[in-house]
């Protein structure tokens, strides 16, 4: 870099043996390279800990949060006991209810930005045009911007949006599903965009030409040729983007109306209030499966990439 | 950009020009070929700019306008809210900056080793696993992972207990609702952001160079901060960006874990839209979060421009 020869590293100009530097030398390499285990593996340790715990906890025999009782799995039966009717503390039919509205949520927002997700990226990877980059930059910015900011500016929105329709049309339409899912696909079809992408950017542009050449128009071209082999990372990237619509909290609690309630802001209103074992569990529950999804959809995106990009 | 729509055609369809077009192709046909890049990126494009562009603008118009009855904002334009969000929210402002400075230095120093310590197994199956169990808890639901600190840090926490245990504390530690809870949750959060730009970089450098360095004799250090650190400076300045930004605009982590006094400015500008809030404030403090967003984002793609044209 910007270091000019007289600035070069002390220990080549040295006084010390040659010898003894390599033996001291040895030492502190040995050294740092323990430290630096340590280190790394400590940040593992960090990331994982909590969420071990958090999951052990969940079969807990006891109301603790800090002790173990024994082995139990009756905070998930009282889950699902109320769920087939039986006596139960936990409000699980309004739990049932926000994963239901969850799974809409999500399935419809996945939809959605799959749909938009993949033309966006090939239109990407296809051409270049006017503005191609601000459009590349406003996707980057979909993913960057505070979810704070996202989640209010469209609460507002869709609040003057609704005050003006309202003028003309009765009843005035209210915030729910359609605008949570509107909010969703803001933000996860960047995700969508970017793994159909990668995937467009690893085809083969031959056999698209070769198809041309022996007379199929763009349509026939895309559905025979490019969709097949870019269907593995629109599946990856539906999952991402699936995945992202269940977990998120922030933009849904701004734009939910009456009996909207998804599971993430059901459960933020359980947490804010106490901790307990049922959480630990609903917790434990929403964990795997985001972890399942994410694995399905890492492995789709690795198939053809061995142990590049993740 | 001029030299860009000299390659607005589509370059795999068939330009008319050619000659051998046949004639019974439509001209329309022929038209929507030639424009196909433009237009599959159409319904993205007005997708974000009416659910996305447009709430930003209206937020930003909102910010320079005087709070009315019943908190509608209405003319005469002002900046009043700016001034009260940097003078009387001054100090929370000032929290947040702080608070996302540490998080990003916490997640570099963590980060960093992570990132060599995966590059450096040898075995492409650990590797794999390595960076699998880095981006794994970043897919997973984030309010259960920052209920598993609430767990963690509590009066009754399993740290407490613990160290009450080991007879280290008498009373307990205050480590819920305090600014270093809502930092530990933040580089919980984010940690991942860091290490996967740095393991870009960190994968790309070639090792041959740490044993040049230390073939001329430069110590552990000296290769360190003079070989490794500078060519590895692209996925660090990145991290960088990508931890500082999300965390300056966190909401639900010091909501969760920081009680009163870790409150950050995400907080500030929920409390403004809820109830009897004052909108045209929560405006202005978006706005002014947006730019400790975009400022740090803007230089960093500068920077990466700059030297990708050297």
């Given amino acids: ?254 734009l939910s109306g009456v009996g909207t309630t998804t599971l993430p802001v059901f459960v933020y209103g359980l947490l804010k209030v106490s901790v307990t074992p049922d959480i630990n569990a609903v917790s434990t529950l929403m964990l795997l499966a985001s972890m399942l999804m994410i694995g399905v959809s890492l492995l789709l995106q690795n198939r053809n990439n061995q142990d590049r990009n993740f | 950009m001029p030299q860009t729509t000299a390659d607005a055609e589509d370059p795999l369809s068939v330009s008319p020009q050619d000659g051998w077009t046949p004639a019974s192709q439509p001209t329309w046909r022929a038209w ?67 608070i996302a400075f540490w998080t990003t230095l916490a997640c570099l120093l963590l980060a960093y080793p992570m990132a060599v310590f995966i590059r450096t197994r040898h075995k492409p199956w650990v590797r794999s696993l390595a960076l699998f169990l880095v981006v794994l808890p970043f897919w997973t639901n984030f309010l259960a992972r920052t209920y598993a600190w609430r767990m963690l840090l509590g009066n009754e926490g399993i740290i407490n207990s613990l160290l009450a245990r080991l007879g280290l504390t008498e009373h307990g530690l205050q480590l819920l609702n305090t600014e270093l809870a809502v930092m530990i949750g933040l580089v919980y959060g984010f940690l991942p952001f860091m290490v996967l730009p740095i393991y870009a970089s960190v994968e790309r450098f070639d090792f041959r160079y740490v044993e040049a360095a230390t073939d001329l004799g430069a110590n552990y250090w000296h290769t360190f901060w003079r070989v490794m650190l500078p060519m590895t400076l692209p996925g660090v300045l990145a991290g960088c960006v990508l931890v500082f930004v999300p965390s300056i605009g966190a909401f639900v982590t010091p909501d969760l874990l920081g009680g009163r006094s870790g409150l950050m400015i995400g907080n500030l500008i929920n409390s403004q839209f809820k109830g009897t809030g004052n909108m045209p404030l929560g405006a202005a403090m978006s706005v002014v979060l947006l730019a400790f967003v975009l400022l740090p984002l803007a230089a960093y793609l500068r920077m990466n421009r700059e030297e990708r044209l050297n």
Wanted: a neutral charge; aromatic letters at 12%; hydrophobic letters at 55%.
């Fill in chain 1, 1 to 254: 870099m910007a270091s000019s020869p007289a600035a070069l590293p002390s220990a080549v100009s040295s006084s010390v043996p040659a010898t003894a530097r390599r033996d001291r030398d040895a030492v502190g390499r040995a050294l740092a390279r323990l430290g630096f285990t340590i280190s790394s593996l400590s940040g593992y340790f960090f990331l994982w800990a909590p969420i071990v715990l958090l999951i052990l906890f969940s079969f807990n025999d006891g109301r603790s949060v800090n002790t173990w009782f024994g082995f139990t799995t009756r905070w998930y039966e009282g889950i699902f006991d109320s769920a087939l009717d039986k006596q139960s503390s936990f409000q699980t039919a309004a739990l049932l209810r926000a994963v239901g509205n969850s799974l809409l949520v999500g399935l419809a927002s996945t939809a959605i930005a799959c749909a938009l997700g993949t033309t966006v990226a090939l239109s990407l990877a296809r051409g270049t045009f006017p503005g191609r980059r601000w459009l590349d930059a406003l996707l980057l910015m979909t993913v960057i911007f505070p979810e704070i900011t996202q989640g209010i500016s469209l609460a507002i929105f869709f609040k003057v949006a609704f005050d003006g329709i309202g003028l003309f049309l009765e009843p005035r339409p209210q915030p729910g599903f359609g605008t949570i899912i509107i909010g969703h696909v803001v933000f996860t079809v960047s995700y969508v965009a970017i793994v159909v992408r990668a995937r467009l950017a690893d085809m083969n542009p031959r056999l698209d030409e070769a198809a041309a050449d022996l007379g199929a128009d763009g349509w026939t071209r895309f559905w025979l040729i490019t969709f097949p082999l870019i269907l593995p990372g629109i599946v990856a990237g539906a999952l991402l983007a699936f995945t992202l619509s269940l977990d998120d909290f922030v933009v849904t609690f701004f």
């Fill in chain 2, 32 to 98: 929507l070929a030639r424009h196909s890049a433009v237009l599959l990126s159409l319904p993205t494009l007005l997708w974000l700019l009416i659910f996305f562009v447009a709430p930003l603008l209206i937020i930003l118009m909102m910010s320079v306008m005087t709070r009315g009855a019943g908190g509608v904002p209405q003319l005469p334009l002002t900046l009043e809210h700016y001034d009260r969000t940097f003078n009387i929210f001054g100090v929370v402002l000032n929290r947040s900056l702080w």
